[in-house]
Every structure is written in C-alpha cells, then in structure tokens.
C-alpha cells in the first residue's frame, strides 16, 4: 500500500487545516489508520486513530476536542481535521495504516506509512 498526504501549509495560531490521506496498491477498509506527528529535535508521536468502520476514534490528550480523525472507505481515504491550531502543533504528520482490529497508539504497529506533509503555525 502506498499512502500519500496532502493538506499540510502554514497557518496562523487559531486557524484550522485539513490533512488528507489517499491510498493506492490496496484497500485499507479493514486496516486501523493513524495520524502521527514529528516536530523538529523529537520523536514521533500519535496523533489520533479510527477504526476500520470509523465507528472509534481515539486522540492523544493534546489534540483531544480540537482534531477530529475520519475515513472513506469507498474513497480509501483518511483525513485529519485540525482546528484551533497552536504553534505547538507544528510538526510534519504522517498518515498511516495498522493490520489491527482494534485501535493502536504505536508507531511500531503501524505497517505502512505515508512520506508526510509539514504544518506550520506561526504564533
């Protein structure tokens, strides 16, 4: 599976930006997908999971009540709402796909991974 995402820009601290992430090579409704990030100097982080049907979600504390995480499955797409976004929240993020039933917040779950889109929000 090749995973591509889009969406990434710089925003002003308060605005909002939608990633988005398409995939080729094979469906991915059955695949748990994620959301991680990488600022400059640190280590990857989850960001935020749904499940194959999109009936469950999971978000790190974070960006809890300010991300929202959805899919289209007839579209084999993910996407990643951002809004309120801090200066904090700049980072390159990456979408990604689990063979799991049931959410994962490690990256090492993950088995395929997208080459990341850079958000920028200036203060």
């Known amino acids: 599976v090749q995973l591509q995402a889009s969406g990434g820009g710089l925003v002003q601290a308060g605005g909002s930006l939608r990633l988005s992430c398409a995939a080729s090579?094979?469906?991915?409704?059955?695949?748990?997908l994620g959301w991680f990030r990488q600022a400059p100097g640190k280590e990857r982080e989850f960001v935020a999971a749904i499940s194959w049907s999109g009936g469950t979600t999971r978000y790190a504390d974070s960006v809890n009540g300010r991300f929202t995480v959805s899919r289209d499955n007839a579209k084999n797409a993910v996407y990643l709402q951002m809004n309120s976004l801090k200066p904090e929240d700049t980072a390159v993020y990456y979408c990604a796909g689990a063979l799991r039933q049931w959410i994962v917040v490690r990256s090492n779950e993950y088995l395929y991974w997208g080459q990341g889109t850079l958000v920028t929000v200036s203060s």
């Open positions: 090579g094979r469906t991915f409704n059955r695949d748990v």
